[in-house]
């Protein structure tokens, strides 16, 4: 559902789509009308957007630490075998989790590996990534004593359709280890339409069985999250859900309303005709009794709409602390820190999941490489470009005027660095990097004497002090 939500095309949310009472599928009638609903169905997506801010917040540069050799540089330079590189491999990775609030990778290896590193280094055989989304991790299990404690010892995932007897079957391949000896596998072909039955079953024919490599160990599949309870935009589907009904239910008042509707009675039916959008019901009984009940008033409907499109951004972007936007009151800028704090907190908890994540499928790649104590390490940045820079820098003017009137310049030189440190510089034609230049500055701002013009002509942003200059 989730899922659908975030694609948002009619065609794929119209399953969600709720009937009335006169729309009943057990008449021709009722499937007509719902059928004419369905085609007229607009969906205004209030979940994919809000899921791209989060994502592209923390869409962060990765630093991933690899053995100095070429197998690693491949691996790190297409982790898929596809030609994905590590980092466009992670944020998708991260998408999947705030989507679904679960991901998974599978490290694994061409069954047929050639016997010496070097051979299979020449002929390209080494460990890949497969990444699996919620829908596709079926169940799994952990032991829960011993020394494998925290391990997975069961695993059934979902891979891809086959045609068996030409027919089409869902492939399901179940991994199970049992601590000790080799990790063994094994294929079930199950219908298509296959539900998973309330005691947590699935009927299934069993098909081609085997086992991974005496290198590996353990289960190679790492889990990221717990389920759709952890995804970033669950109530946002739900809200979804419910204004596309609305605003299906307003779409409709507006379309009946909006043309003229004739009954008659008695006479040749034949003789009626349809005229543009105005429609015509004819009765054969001359004395029926008409009666008809005004439409509800679509006003109301839109008030609501409105109230749920509100709602719609204060869930998706997580400011729950901010008042209603359509409030003519001020927020305060003690709500926007709380909801600014609150959201960097889930960022560097997601951040903290995702490092361990990557950590844990490099280490079993190291596990097929056969070098299972490789030296793996990964830190990924945490700019996430939620401060508010005007406050910012109005208070690191203040933190500066501070030290200096307290007689502290070493935290006046600090401030400048950190100030420094985010300004973007221009190479020069000696071959002066930019990194060299700001290093540069860094070292004149740590000889700068208090007082002195150096320090007297830069600012807390970095800029020369005019009024400094001019009346020296």
Known sequence: MIADFVDGRPEIVAKYLIRYNSESPATAE???????????LYNENVVRPYLEVHVSHMSQPIDLTLPDRDTW???????????????????????DYCRDGIVGVLVDQEESVPPTKAEAQAKKTRSYQVKYCGSEILNWEYFKSG???????????????????EKEKKVLREYVSDGVGPVTWRDYFVETNAKIGKDATISGEAGPAGKLGDKVTEIPFALMGEGPSKSFILDSTYVNEAMMNRLSVRDNVNHYQGFKKSIVAGGDAKELEVMSESTITHMADRDV????????????LTEQIGEMRVYSRRVGMKEHNQMADDSKNIQSSESKEKDTKARRKLYDVT????????????????MFEGEPNAEIAVSIAREYGLDDKVQEASERQQVFSMAGQLGVPSVQKETLKTAVSRMRFVARDDGTTEDEVRQELYDNIDVAESGSRLASQVNINGRPNLGAELTQ
Do not use: C, W
């Open 351 to 366: 951040l903290n999941l995702l490092t361990n994540f990557q950590k844990k499928i490099y280490r079993f790649h190291a």
């Open 30 to 40: 009722g499937r007509r009308a719902f059928a004419n609903r369905r085609e007229r």
């Open 73 to 95: 540089k491949e691996i790190k330079d297409d982790v898929t075998q596809f030609g994905q590189p590590y980092q466009e491999m992670a944020e998708e990775l991260l998408l």
């Open 147 to 165: 020394p494998n404690k925290g391990k997975l010892s069961r695993l059934l995932l979902s891979n891809g359709i086959r045609v068996i007897s």
């Open 289 to 300: 009794t008409v009666h008809s009940i005004d439409a509800g008033d679509p006003i109301a």
